[in-house]
């Protein structure tokens, strides 16, 4: 990048433009951000703005990570509808924390500040509110809406690029918190103090708090929290929304091992986390290099793991599969293909040195061909929201590019 500036007389002074433009923008920016009910309502948007990313959000991210409840949300939601001004205030910023996840897709106005668009200052803008408001909340009497914000919160800036150096810390932070109010012990410990529904609404936000930390970690190349903690919450019941009521008990709860349901992501998640955890962990200890032949030993874990799982390109058309989104497909076959990439990528850069690693060299560009080609097919069906959430397809893209700046040097060689 440095190189490039240096060659064109024009950027420099652009850079300077735009840093100059965010410096300014900062100072601009309110200080006191709103936290009574009644500025809260003043940040919601016209109700079909509402409407169109609450849509959105349930129908991408809500398919994967299950940190709300539709049928209670949705009731609460028309309750706001009718009488804006009787909204509870942790509703409220559940509600913008919804729309701060779904900014930086969904708005079709491309003015920017500095270099910045007004869809990531309007998120950051509810997430700065959610955060303050959250800081003037009890901490002892944490209840249900508090852990969904929280969460909601790590996914929102993961969305927005808010901060985006902090989020392994971010991620991490939440985890802790989970802990520290024994979320990865399973609720039914609790017995009759709990009920069903709590503790299944727990087992769903301890599992999705796990994978958004994870994947920080994994895209950070820093050691996961979850490599220290010996957890026995159980994966949540394979059951809908619709299927769970706050008033239920497990006597009621049927599973459904026919056809995936809208909790099946995170069930499956859980088949690999040991796995995924163990991978990110070995990869990023420093006192030890791995040895090839362990390579190839995680490699065959992978693909083991890859073959239980339902086809990324499958057609969603089966009525029996059809709560299994295409996007919660792409992203089970992905947390599990990066670590392809990122196991092979060091030997594939070695295969001058010893012939034997032109099998990483494949291993690496397989992988990070079907890491782009599954990224592009969920682009071209309409839906860009993995290309904020993850950034794996750009380590693929640069292993892309190294191998073909390999070959060029190879069949150069051979002329």
């Not at 006191?32 to 609450?54: G, R, S």
């Not at 270099?115 to 009890?138: D, M, P």
């Not at 909601?152 to 985006?164: D, F, G, I, S, W």
Request: proline share 4%; glycine share 4%.
């Amino acid at each position: 990048m440095k190189e490039t500036i240096k060659h064109h007389a024009s950027l420099p002074g652009v850079q300077k433009e735009l840093k100059a433009l965010d410096t300014k923008w900062k100072y601009e920016k309110p200080h006191n951000l709103p936290v009574k009910t009644a500025d809260l309502l003043l940040l919601l948007p016209d109700q079909a703005e509402m409407d169109a990313a609450i849509r959105l959000y349930f129908e991408t991210l809500e398919t994967m990570y299950r940190i709300l409840h539709r049928p209670t949300f949705m009731e609460e939601y028309e309750q706001l509808q009718q009488d804006r001004t009787a909204a509870k205030p942790g509703f409220i910023v559940l509600v913008l924390l919804i729309m701060a996840t779904v900014s930086c897709t969904t708005a079709t106005d491309r003015t920017y500040v500095g270099s910045s668009s007004i869809g990531r200052e309007r998120g950051s803008l509810w997430i700065e509110t959610a955060e303050a408001w959250l800081g003037k909340q009890s901490k002892k009497n944490i209840y249900l809406v508090i852990w969904q914000i929280r969460c909601l919160l790590v996914l929102a800036k993961q969305m927005c690029r808010y901060k985006k150096k902090r989020m392994w810390s971010v991620a991490g932070d939440l985890v802790r918190e989970g802990m520290a109010a024994g979320f990865h012990r399973d609720p039914s410990r609790l017995g009759g103090k709990i009920s069903f529904f709590d503790q299944e609404i727990r087992r769903r936000l301890w599992a999705t708090m796990a994978e958004l930390e994870l994947q920080a970690s994994v895209e950070r190349g820093m050691p996961s929290a979850l490599a220290a903690i010996r957890m026995d919450c159980a994966p949540p019941v394979d059951i809908d929304d619709e299927d769970l009521r706050p008033d239920c008990d497990s006597t009621q709860i049927q599973e459904s091992p026919s056809h995936n349901t809208s909790t099946s992501f995170l069930r499956l998640c859980r088949h690999s986390l040991d796995l995924r955890v163990s991978l990110n962990s070995r990869m990023n200890d420093l006192t030890s290099d791995l040895p090839y032949e362990d390579i190839l030993r995680y490699e065959d874990m992978i693909m083991s793991e890859l073959r239980k799982l339902p086809s990324p390109t499958e057609s969603n058309e089966d009525t029996t599969d059809r709560k299994l989104s295409q996007m919660a497909r792409v992203v089970l076959d992905l947390q599990l293909r990066q670590f392809l990439a990122l196991l092979h990528a060091p030997f594939a850069r070695k295969t001058e040195i010893n012939s034997r690693y032109a099998v990483s060299r494949m291993v690496c560009f397989n992988a990070a061909a079907s890491l782009i080609d599954q990224h592009w097919r969920l682009v071209q069906s309409g839906n860009p929201m993995l290309l904020l959430l993850r950034h794996d397809y750009f380590r693929g893209a640069l292993s892309l590019a190294h191998y073909a700046y390999v070959s060029s040097g190879i069949q150069g060689k051979s002329f």
